[in-house]
């Protein structure tokens, strides 16, 4: 096959267009409705608003005023907190910079510095969100002092042989993966990487709604960690991952000093403590990974068997580690699921995303152009 004049070194997303006009059809599906993408960009920042205002309002009922971030090493992660994000948003850069090179015609050019701008506005929104999910995460036994951790064992106890199962799947796994103690928290954040560059870089057909999905299942999480809150299990034993062992020990101690000490204690150590915060019902790890799982899927990427490696492998790892009790799993997926359905209406309203039984369709002509920004 012959590139067209002017396409850049191959990516391993689709293949590659054979000429001009197939070129324009996908550019076309690419840009999506300007009106469009603007439109859900405003609905998008208006939920975050309103998450934003509850955060602040649910800070001035406990008495926690909102804090700067000032930890060095997240005790979840073993980094600082930034650096995945970091590593994301780099890779991301470095190939619309490589595409921008290698699009000689102001027209792709424009096309593809649109798309930057837009993505630039998600990634933002998503800053903002995290910025306050981290908050009401870390204020959970203040907001809500009540633990149901005794209730979800008394459940993994009930389920025990299938945690035995889940073990020695794990142990079989440990056999073929190199430090396979880091590869819970490496795997999910490889996921979201990939997720973003590919989706970014191919079609994007479903873009949007990933990162849509991506932000109303944070805001709307944070908010679950309240109904039901626990820990996790690690607090009554020890899981197979040494390293995660170490990080929940951490976790816990700082837990316990909230416990204890309550507001006055965040007030003074909510900074070194933004990451820090356990909190086990429901699994947003599972809720993230389904979510760009799915998507992926959905969009043929490259990339979507890996994706569904990392999501069997995150569903095992994070109740044999122990971070999670069964019952998180299914409680995890709940909230994916009503977050992909939210994101599904969102984006085809507006027109940046096909229909059931017409991204043909959606990719031959391009998102809808309806003035009204209405794309059903």
């Known amino acids: 096959m012959t590139a067209p004049k002017g396409w850049p070194l191959p990516l391993p997303l689709r293949s590659e267009p054979q000429d001009r006009a197939d070129l324009s059809c996908v550019e076309r599906a690419q840009a999506g409705s300007a009106s469009g993408v603007r439109r859900l960009l405003l609905a998008i920042g208006s ?45 991301y850069a470095f190939v619309q910079a490589v595409r921008l090179r290698f699009r000689p015609d102001p027209a792709s050019r424009t096309v593809i510095r649109d798309n930057v701008k837009a993505d630039a506005g998600f990634l933002i929104l998503f800053v903002v969100v995290m910025y306050f999910h981290f908050h009401i995460k870390m204020w959970m036994p203040l907001v809500n002092p009540v ?90 034993e020890d899981g197979a991952n040494a390293r ?81 009790y069964l019952i998180d799993l299914p409680a995890g997926l709940a909230l994916a699921a009503l977050a992909i359905v939210a994101s599904d209406r969102l984006c085809r309203r507006f027109g940046v995303a096909p229909a059931p039984g017409t991204t043909r369709a959606f990719e031959r002509n391009g998102p809808s152009l309806d003035r009204s920004g209405d794309g059903s």
């Open 147 to 236: 633990l149901f951790d005794e209730t979800y064992l008394a459940i993994d106890n009930w389920l025990r042989p299938l945690i035995e199962a889940l073990a020695a799947l794990r142990g079989w796994a440990a056999l073929l993966l190199p430090e396979v103690d880091g590869w819970y928290q490496l795997g999910f954040l490889l996921m979201f990487a990939l997720s973003l560059w590919f989706h970014a870089i191919g079609h994007r057909r479903h873009h949007f709604q990933t990162l849509t999905a991506i932000l109303l299942m944070q805001m709307l999480g944070a908010f679950a960690y309240l109904i039901g809150p626990a820990v996790g299990p690690f607090i009554f």
């Open 47 to 91: 939920i975050t608003f309103a998450f934003a205002l509850a955060a602040i309002a649910l800070s001035f009922m406990i008495g926690v005023p909102l804090t700067v971030p000032t930890e060095r090493i997240s005790h979840a992660v073993g980094v600082h907190y930034l650096f995945p994000f970091a590593i994301g948003i780099a890779g």
């Open 244 to 324: 995660a062992t170490a990080a929940q020990q951490s976790m816990y101690a700082l837990f316990r000093q909230v416990q204890e000490w309550g507001a006055p204690w965040l007030v003074r150590n909510g900074g070194e403590y933004f990451t820090g915060p356990p909190a086990a019902m429901p699994s947003l790890h599972i809720a993230g990974a389904w979510i760009m799982t799915h998507y992926a899927l959905k969009a043929r990427l490259a990339v979507a068997p890996f994706m569904v490696l990392m999501l069997v492998w995150i569903a095992v790892e994070s109740v044999v580690s122990r971070w999670h």
